[in-house]
């Protein structure tokens, strides 16, 4: 059963505009949600990161929303330019003894058209 | 290093051959990690070593999969008897220790198991 589930396998949207990248959880003991980005044939790369106690992260264009009630993140990424075209990757981990085991998403693959 | 370097980039192995797959991490990085990367999945965590110490391995497909890393740097991942569903990309990721879990991906080894 996956508990990190992405639901979009892809999303095209035009430069400049926003990306609206979504995630969803099932275990509730997860408590530290990250996103990775990949290129073809490189390995993912961390793009930013948010804690459960927050519910909004920023950095530069990037911010990851989270919402524990839903068990749901969501990245947004404005404006969005073609260099941002790669698969996004969510992932979870959860405090206690295996923090740093990380349980991934199957990936949504952005494309931003110019 | 500069990053996490995988050898190598490619392997191409026959069903029932054994293979090694190599990961230097990022010089002084105390944890190390393998997954593995089926297509069209997201990463799959296979096992976890702080220095030298392998303190999980409970995401190892089957008992053909063996990962060491004895001086506390190199480690190799090893699968015996490769089977079809071996195919994959393995990624290994690197962390030094009193950094927030954000683990630094090499690009990788493709297996594929013909």
């Known amino acids: 059963d996956q508990q990190v589930k992405q639901n979009s396998p892809s999303l095209s949207v035009q430069e400049g505009r926003i990306s609206i990248l979504n995630c969803d959880y099932t275990?509730?003991?997860?408590?530290?949600f990250l996103w990775y980005k990949k290129y073809p044939a490189e390995g993912p790369t961390f793009l930013i990161s948010?804690?459960?106690?927050?519910d909004k992260n920023e950095d530069g264009r990037f911010t990851v929303f989270l919402n524990k009630s839903a068990k749901h993140l969501s990245l947004h990424i404005v404006p969005s330019q073609p260099g941002d075209s790669a698969v996004y990757f969510c992932?979870?981990?959860?405090?206690?003894?295996?923090?740093?085991?990380?349980?991934f998403g199957k990936g949504t693959l952005l494309t931003v058209n110019p | 290093g500069a990053g996490v370097s995988q050898s190598p980039r490619y392997k191409v192995a026959k069903r029932g051959q054994d293979v090694a797959l190599r990961c230097d991490p990022i010089?002084?990085?105390?944890?190390l990690f393998w997954y593995q990367q089926a297509l069209g999945q997201g990463p799959e965590f296979l096992t976890y070593?702080?220095?030298?110490?392998?303190?999980?391995k409970s995401g190892l497909p089957s008992d053909r999969f063996f990962a060491e890393r004895p001086e506390g740097s190199v480690s190799t991942l090893k699968i015996q008897r490769t089977q079809q569903e071996d195919s994959a990309v393995y990624l290994c990721?690197?962390?030094?220790?009193?950094?927030?879990?954000?683990?630094?991906f090499g690009s990788g080894t493709r297996l594929t198991v013909v």
């Open positions: 990721a690197s962390t030094s220790i009193g950094v927030s879990d954000r683990p630094t």
């Open positions: 275990n509730s003991m997860f408590d530290y």
């Open positions: 948010i804690s459960s106690i927050k």
């Open positions: 992932a979870a981990s959860a405090s206690g003894g295996s923090n740093y085991k990380l349980t």
């Open positions: 010089s002084g990085h105390v944890s």
């Open positions: 070593f702080q220095n030298e110490a392998q303190l999980d």
